[in-house]
Protein backbone atom coordinates (compact mmCIF):
# COMPACT_ATOMS: atom_id res chain seq x y z
CA UNK A 1 0.00 0.00 0.00
CA UNK A 2 1.62 3.40 -0.81
CA UNK A 3 0.94 6.30 1.17
CA UNK A 4 1.63 10.08 0.16
CA UNK A 5 2.19 12.70 2.50
CA UNK A 6 2.97 16.53 1.54
CA UNK A 7 4.23 19.08 3.88
CA UNK A 8 5.13 22.27 3.98
CA UNK A 9 2.40 24.87 2.64
CA UNK A 10 1.24 28.03 4.26
CA UNK A 11 0.57 31.57 3.93
CA UNK A 12 3.30 33.28 1.57
CA UNK A 13 3.32 37.02 0.69
CA UNK A 14 3.54 37.78 -3.15
CA UNK A 15 7.36 37.51 -4.32
CA UNK A 16 8.29 35.33 -1.35
CA UNK A 17 8.94 30.97 -1.35
CA UNK A 18 8.01 27.74 -0.53
CA UNK A 19 9.07 24.81 -0.51
CA UNK A 20 6.77 21.52 -0.81
CA UNK A 21 7.95 18.18 0.12
CA UNK A 22 6.43 14.72 -0.38
CA UNK A 23 7.10 11.85 1.42
CA UNK A 24 6.19 8.34 0.08
CA UNK A 25 5.81 4.87 1.76
CA UNK A 26 6.60 1.83 -0.23
CA UNK A 27 9.32 0.70 -2.50
CA UNK A 28 8.36 1.70 -5.88
CA UNK A 29 9.28 5.37 -5.64
CA UNK A 30 12.69 5.07 -7.53
CA UNK A 31 10.89 3.44 -10.40
CA UNK A 32 7.73 5.89 -10.58
CA UNK A 33 7.10 9.17 -11.95
CA UNK A 34 6.19 12.12 -9.63
CA UNK A 35 4.11 14.84 -10.48
CA UNK A 36 2.70 17.86 -8.56
CA UNK A 37 -0.78 19.23 -8.86
CA UNK A 38 -3.36 21.68 -7.62
CA UNK A 39 -6.64 22.60 -7.43
CA UNK A 40 -7.87 26.16 -6.48
CA UNK A 41 -11.91 26.76 -5.63
CA UNK A 42 -14.18 25.91 -8.24
CA UNK A 43 -11.70 25.28 -10.60
CA UNK A 44 -10.35 21.56 -12.38
CA UNK A 45 -6.97 19.75 -10.92
CA UNK A 46 -3.99 20.94 -12.68
CA UNK A 47 -0.64 19.77 -14.07
CA UNK A 48 2.30 22.11 -12.40
CA UNK A 49 4.96 19.98 -13.10
CA UNK A 50 6.44 16.08 -13.46
CA UNK A 51 9.91 14.23 -12.76
CA UNK A 52 10.43 11.40 -14.42
CA UNK A 53 12.23 8.46 -12.74
CA UNK A 54 15.67 9.65 -14.27
CA UNK A 55 15.04 13.24 -13.12
CA UNK A 56 13.59 14.02 -16.56
CA UNK A 57 11.31 17.55 -15.36
CA UNK A 58 8.35 19.03 -16.88
CA UNK A 59 6.74 22.08 -16.07
CA UNK A 60 3.11 23.56 -16.92
CA UNK A 61 3.77 27.36 -18.52
CA UNK A 62 2.89 29.04 -15.86
CA UNK A 63 5.19 28.00 -13.46
CA UNK A 64 8.19 27.38 -16.06
CA UNK A 65 11.04 30.04 -13.99
CA UNK A 66 10.19 29.96 -10.90
CA UNK A 67 8.94 26.62 -9.51
CA UNK A 68 11.53 23.67 -9.38
CA UNK A 69 10.67 19.95 -9.10
CA UNK A 70 13.49 17.57 -7.68
CA UNK A 71 13.54 14.46 -6.02
CA UNK A 72 15.81 11.94 -3.77
CA UNK A 73 15.20 8.69 -4.63
CA UNK A 74 17.05 7.52 -1.03
CA UNK A 75 14.72 9.46 1.18
CA UNK A 76 11.59 8.15 -0.98
CA UNK A 77 10.73 12.10 -1.40
CA UNK A 78 10.13 14.31 -4.08
CA UNK A 79 9.88 18.55 -3.61
CA UNK A 80 8.89 21.62 -5.32
CA UNK A 81 10.68 24.56 -4.55
CA UNK A 82 8.44 27.53 -5.21
CA UNK A 83 10.04 31.21 -5.68
CA UNK A 84 8.34 34.45 -6.92
CA UNK A 85 5.10 33.35 -5.86
CA UNK A 86 1.91 34.78 -7.37
CA UNK A 87 -1.51 35.34 -5.93
CA UNK A 88 -2.93 32.91 -8.48
CA UNK A 89 -0.58 30.02 -7.13
CA UNK A 90 -2.95 30.08 -4.53
CA UNK A 91 -4.17 26.11 -4.46
CA UNK A 92 -4.12 22.90 -2.93
CA UNK A 93 -1.02 21.31 -3.65
CA UNK A 94 -1.42 17.49 -4.39
CA UNK A 95 1.04 15.02 -5.17
CA UNK A 96 1.00 11.83 -7.42
CA UNK A 97 3.21 8.95 -7.92
CA UNK A 98 2.71 7.09 -10.84
CA UNK A 99 3.68 3.63 -11.66
CA UNK A 100 2.83 1.54 -14.50
CA UNK A 101 -1.19 1.71 -14.71
CA UNK A 102 -1.46 2.76 -11.10
CA UNK A 103 -1.94 6.23 -9.89
CA UNK A 104 -1.73 7.79 -6.28
CA UNK A 105 -2.62 10.62 -4.42
CA UNK A 106 -1.52 12.39 -1.39
CA UNK A 107 -3.65 14.57 0.81
CA UNK A 108 -3.13 17.49 -0.59
CA UNK A 109 -1.45 20.99 1.31
CA UNK A 110 -2.82 24.84 0.66
CA UNK A 111 -1.00 27.40 -0.29
CA UNK A 112 -1.89 30.74 0.17
CA UNK A 113 -0.27 33.61 -1.35
CA UNK A 114 -1.63 36.93 -0.13
CA UNK A 115 -0.41 40.02 0.96
Known amino acids: QVQLVESGGGLVQPGGSLRLSCAASGSIFSISTMGWYRQAPATQRELVAT???????NYADSVKGRFTISRDNAKNTVYLQMNSLKPEDTAVYYCQMSVGYNVYWGQGTQVTVSS
Open 51 to 57: ISPSGSA
